[in-house]
């Protein structure tokens, strides 16, 4: 006799919906938190060199910020 726990079994389609869901917040974290490294940085550097190194890093990063929404709206995870 089975017990109903109120839980449905995920079917491998909604699994795997769910494990690049969270590859895409992860990803997400990550690239946050080295645009942050990047804005801290650009704080305390001085020499005009390492300022466009950061500057392009924070580009960098929210190109890819902007890829990894886009990729989550086609998903139509968001």
């Not at 190194?53 to 890829?67: D, P, S, T, W």
Request: charged fraction near 40%; glycine fraction near 4%; include cysteine.
């Amino acid at each position: 006799m089975k017990l109903l726990t109120g839980k449905k079994k995920l079917g491998q389609n909604e699994l795997k919906e769910r494990r690049k869901l969270e590859e895409l917040k992860k990803e997400l974290e990550e690239v946050q938190k080295s645009m942050d490294r990047a804005y801290q940085n650009l704080s305390y550097v001085v020499d005009p060199e390492l300022i466009d190194c950061c500057i392009y890093e924070l580009n960098a990063g929210q190109m890819r910020y902007k890829f990894l929404l886009r990729q989550m709206k086609e998903e139509k995870i968001v």
